[in-house]
Each structure stands twice: as structure tokens, then as C-alpha cells.
């Protein structure tokens, strides 16, 4: 049987400023910061194309009219089955063979809202259909047209259901946006792989930058739960 201790002889031999060089993380950390901000913008940007693209996408799902629900179910099936790095490729080095041309950072907002609005769309579905049809009829019998039953009746109940799922989306969407590294967007990662470039110390780069997205994923998760509390017209 394979012994799975680590033995005290390794760990001594482990130098631990090798695995992680506080010295030269703190002197990396503010040219590592330098692309903090992009990857705000294109979390934020991103999250907001997804948002407004997936509450239409998820409307033209539950549409009677197969010209609407047919197109909306396939673009869903085809992000939701695509991985998002291969969609930035295509956007940023395959759509110069057609004639468009797009910036790094242009690329990356596209490839995020597009693929992400294609979650948001399941997500809004599900919680519009979790509110009871009874609030519907209610509605109609009071008067409201269809329109005005959506955004002022079942938006605001759904909101409350559908608050952690889409902050999921858009904690996955922080995450994910270090793959625009690969398409040169200047964010955290490829500020790190500068430093690396330079030091050849790979492992203490990419640990501070995970040590940046976790407590940034932290406040995010934080604040899912202040608007929870603050959407949760039951207990009030």
C-alpha cells in the first residue's frame, strides 16, 4: 500500500522560499495590481451584456412562437457547450480572417457576455417560473397588461431567487477572466507572467494572484449576502 505521509526527511528538504518568496511577492504585488482594474471592467461589463442578453434570451426560451424559442435554445446549447477560451480564439484570432478585427480588452468583454448570458438565461427562466402562476392571473384580473405584470410583479419576487445563482455566474466570470491572458489582455495574470518572465519564480507569482482573486471573491460573496438579506421580503 502506497504510504501517503510525508516524510519529516521531505519537508526539511523543502525550502519553503522556493514554493513561496514573500520578499519578492510584495515587491511584484503593486506591477501585479496594474491589471486589477481590467479585470474589474471586464468582470463588470461582461456580467452587464450577460444580464441584459440573458433576461431577452430567456423570454424568447419560454416564447410560444418557435421563431424565438428555437434560435434562443440554440445559442444557449451552443455557449453552454463551447468552452470559453475557444470563443475568445475565435473572436480575437479568428475573426480577422472575415475582416473584423477586435482589441484584446473588446474581445474578452464580447466572449464573456455572450457566453455568460447564455447561464443567465437558464437562471432567469427558472426564477421567473418559480413565481406562482396565480400572480399572473391576479395581475390580469386586476388589469395589468403582460408587460407591466413582468416588471412589476414577478421581476421583483424572482430577483430574490435568482440573486445567488447569478452571482455564482458572475463569481465564475472574475475568475475566468485570467484566461484573457492568453488573448494579451494586460490583467493580473499576464502582469504576473511579466514578473516570471524576469525571476523565473512561477510558483510565488501565481500564488499571489490567487491570494488577490480570493479575498475579491470574498467581498463579492459578501455582498450576495447583504442583497439577499435586503430581497428577502418574507422575513420582512
Given at each position: 500500500?502506497?504510504?501517503?505521509?510525508?516524510?519529516?526527511t521531505?519537508?526539511q528538504?523543502?525550502?519553503?522560499?522556493?514554493?513561496?518568496?514573500?520578499?519578492?511577492?510584495?515587491?511584484?504585488?503593486p506591477?501585479v495590481?496594474?491589471g486589477?482594474?481590467?479585470?474589474?471592467?471586464?468582470?463588470?461589463?461582461?456580467?452587464?451584456?450577460?444580464l441584459?442578453?440573458g433576461?431577452?434570451?430567456?423570454?424568447?426560451?419560454t416564447?410560444?412562437?418557435?421563431?424565438l424559442?428555437?434560435?434562443?435554445?440554440?445559442?444557449?446549447?451552443?455557449?453552454?457547450?463551447?468552452?470559453?477560451?475557444?470563443?475568445?480564439?475565435?473572436?480575437?484570432f479568428?475573426?480577422?480572417?472575415?475582416?473584423?478585427?477586435?482589441?484584446?480588452?473588446?474581445?474578452?468583454?464580447?466572449?464573456?457576455?455572450?457566453n455568460?448570458?447564455?447561464?443567465?438565461a437558464e437562471i432567469i427562466?427558472?426564477?421567473?417560473?418559480?413565481v406562482?402562476?396565480?400572480?399572473?392571473?391576479s395581475?390580469?384580473?386586476?388589469?395589468?397588461?403582460?408587460?407591466q405584470?413582468?416588471?412589476?410583479?414577478?421581476v421583483?419576487?424572482?430577483?430574490?431567487?435568482?440573486?445567488?445563482?447569478?452571482?455564482?455566474?458572475?463569481?465564475?466570470?472574475?475568475?475566468?477572466?485570467?484566461l484573457a491572458?492568453?488573448?494579451?489582455?494586460p490583467?493580473?495574470?499576464q502582469k504576473?507572467?511579466?514578473v516570471i518572465?524576469?525571476?523565473?519564480?512561477s510558483?510565488?507569482?501565481y500564488?499571489?494572484?490567487?491570494?488577490?482573486?480570493?479575498?475579491?471573491?470574498?467581498?463579492?460573496?459578501?455582498?450576495?449576502?447583504?442583497?439577499?438579506?435586503?430581497?428577502?421580503?418574507?422575513?420582512?
Open positions: 500500500m502506497m504510504n501517503l505521509l510525508v516524510s519529516p521531505f519537508l528538504e523543502v525550502e519553503l522560499d522556493k514554493l513561496f518568496n514573500p520578499k519578492l511577492a510584495w515587491e511584484s504585488l506591477v495590481l496594474e486589477l482594474p481590467l479585470t474589474i471592467a471586464i468582470s463588470f461589463i461582461g456580467m452587464a451584456i450577460g441584459v442578453l433576461f431577452f434570451l430567456s423570454l424568447g426560451r416564447s410560444s412562437s418557435i421563431f424559442r428555437w434560435p434562443s435554445r440554440l445559442y444557449i446549447s451552443f455557449m453552454r457547450g463551447t468552452p470559453i477560451l475557444v470563443f475568445l480564439f475565435i473572436l480575437y479568428g475573426f480577422p480572417f472575415i475582416g473584423i478585427t477586435l482589441s484584446a480588452f473588446t474581445a474578452a468583454i464580447i466572449g464573456f457576455g455572450l455568460s448570458a447564455a447561464y443567465i427562466r427558472a426564477s421567473l417560473g418559480s406562482s402562476k396565480g400572480q399572473w392571473e395581475s390580469r384580473a386586476l388589469g395589468f397588461s403582460k408587460w405584470t413582468l416588471w412589476h410583479i414577478i421583483p419576487q424572482a430577483v430574490r431567487v435568482a440573486m445567488p445563482p447569478l452571482t455564482n455566474v458572475f463569481l465564475d466570470i472574475v475568475k475566468a477572466t485570467s491572458a492568453v488573448i494579451s489582455v490583467e493580473m495574470i504576473a507572467q511579466t518572465g524576469r525571476t523565473a519564480d510558483m510565488t507569482l500564488l499571489l494572484v490567487a491570494f488577490i482573486y480570493w479575498p475579491l471573491c470574498v467581498l463579492i460573496a459578501t455582498f450576495q449576502e447583504y442583497l439577499e438579506r435586503r430581497f428577502d421580503f418574507y422575513k420582512k
